[in-house]
């Protein structure tokens, strides 16, 4: 029904930036809250950031003041700018979303196929 694929990961040196994206397609007719989780080796998925579609978002500790979560809605796709990455970023990036798929308000929350980030010098 709802298909969500990042890109935008990729190898960068302690100190960089990245860039990931998330794009929706399929039966949508309103994206609610778009977030970014993380999995690390050995360690559980956590959320990273979260954006309403009024665009209220909310960070984990660990990445305030370093990423920032965007969203076009037109395009049903979500950003996260990350700066000063560490190696303590590393992990598989995933997209999630709430998704409304028709008019009787039935719902779909699922993830993308993730996108790893690799800091490393």
């Known amino acids: 029904q709802v298909q969500l694929v990042e890109s935008g990961g990729g190898l960068v040196q302690p100190g960089g930036s990245l860039r990931l994206s998330c794009a929706a397609s399929?039966?949508?007719?309103?994206?609610?809250?778009m977030s970014w989780y993380r999995q690390a080796p050995n360690k559980e998925r956590e959320l990273v950031a979260a954006?309403?579609?009024?665009?209220?978002?909310n960070y984990a500790d660990s990445v305030k003041g370093r990423f920032t979560i965007s969203r076009d809605n037109p395009k049903n796709t979500v950003h996260l700018q990350m700066n000063s990455l560490t190696r303590e970023d590393t992990a598989v990036y995933y997209c999630?979303?709430?998704?409304?798929?028709?008019?009787?308000?039935?719902?779909?929350?699922?993830w993308g196929q993730g996108t790893q980030v690799t800091v490393s010098s």
């Open positions: 399929g039966t949508i007719l309103v994206i609610n809250t």
């Open positions: 954006i309403t579609s009024g665009r209220s978002t």
């Open positions: 999630a979303a709430d998704v409304v798929i028709d008019e009787y308000g039935s719902k779909w929350h699922g």
